[in-house]
C-alpha cells in the first residue's frame, strides 16, 4: 500500500514553496506550480498528488488545461470552487501576459505572420471569439482587440464596434479573426457572408480589410491566401 506523504513531511529541498525561492520558479515541474495553487490536500492526498490527478486528466497539457471551466476542476475530488477559481485566474494571467508581449510595432507581412501574432490568445477557447487587428499604412500592429464572444458555434459581430475602433485608432487597415473550437478551419456560409459585409463597410470608410483568419489549435485558414478578399 502505497503510503500517503503530505508536503509538510517532505524534506525542504522538496517542498515548492521553500524550492522556488531556493532554486528560482523555473525549478519546478508542472505539477509542483500547481500545487502551491492549489495549497491544500485532502486528508488523503497532498496538493502535489491533486496537481498530479489534474494533469493526468489533461494529459499533461497545459493547452487544454486552460480550457477548463470551473466545474471541470470542481469534478477532482478535493478541489471545490475556490481552488478551481484560482487556478483559471491564473491561466488566465498567463494568457494574458502573453497578449501583452505582441509586439505592437510587429509589421504583419503574410496571414502566417498574423496567425502568429494573434493565436496564443485564441487556441486554448472553447467557445468562438472574434477580434480584429489595426493596422497602419506599413501594416504594423496598432492594436488587436475582442469584438465579441459566444457559444461553441457562432458569435454574433457588431460592424460598428469594428469600424469606431478603427476610426479610434486612426488605422488604414484592420485584419479580422474569429476560432473555431471544433477545430475544422474552413469557412461557414455564415462566415463568408459576414466576411463580404464587413469588407463593404470597410470600403465606405476606406478601410481596407486585408485578411480574415479563422483560428485553430493547430492551423488557420486565411481568406486571402484562399484569393476570397
Not at 151 to 165: A, L, N, P, Y
Not at 207 to 228: E, F, M, P, Q, R
Request: glycine residues 6%; hydrophobic residues 35%; aromatic residues 6%.
Amino acid at each position: 500500500m502505497k503510503q500517503f506523504l503530505s508536503i509538510k513531511d517532505m524534506s525542504k529541498d522538496d517542498k515548492p514553496r521553500e524550492k522556488l525561492i531556493l532554486k528560482g520558479k523555473s525549478s519546478l515541474s508542472d505539477s509542483e506550480l500547481l500545487a502551491l495553487l492549489i495549497s491544500t490536500g485532502t486528508s488523503g492526498k497532498s496538493a502535489i498528488d491533486l496537481s498530479r490527478e489534474i494533469l493526468k486528466k489533461c494529459n499533461g497539457d497545459l493547452n487544454q488545461l486552460s480550457r477548463w471551466s470551473i466545474g471541470d476542476f470542481c469534478k477532482i475530488e478535493g478541489i471545490g470552487t475556490a481552488k478551481a477559481v484560482l487556478i483559471s485566474a491564473a491561466l488566465e494571467l498567463s494568457n494574458r501576459k502573453r497578449l501583452s508581449q505582441t509586439d505592437e510595432k510587429k509589421s504583419i507581412k503574410c496571414s502566417a505572420d498574423a496567425y502568429e501574432s494573434i493565436k496564443h490568445v485564441m487556441v486554448d477557447l472553447s467557445y468562438e471569439e472574434f477580434w480584429i487587428m489595426t493596422l497602419n499604412r506599413k501594416n504594423a500592429i496598432l492594436g488587436m482587440y475582442k469584438i465579441s464572444e459566444g457559444g461553441i458555434t457562432s458569435t454574433v459581430v457588431d460592424q460598428r464596434r469594428i469600424f469606431k475602433i478603427a476610426l479610434d485608432d486612426k488605422s488604414t487597415a484592420i485584419m479580422l479573426f474569429h476560432n473555431h473550437p471544433s477545430g475544422n478551419a474552413l469557412p461557414s456560409l455564415a462566415d463568408n457572408e459576414l466576411t463580404q459585409k464587413i469588407k463593404q463597410g470597410g470600403k465606405l470608410l476606406d478601410i481596407n480589410v486585408v485578411d480574415h483568419i479563422i483560428v485553430t489549435s493547430k492551423s488557420y485558414y486565411s481568406y486571402a491566401d484562399n484569393g476570397l478578399m
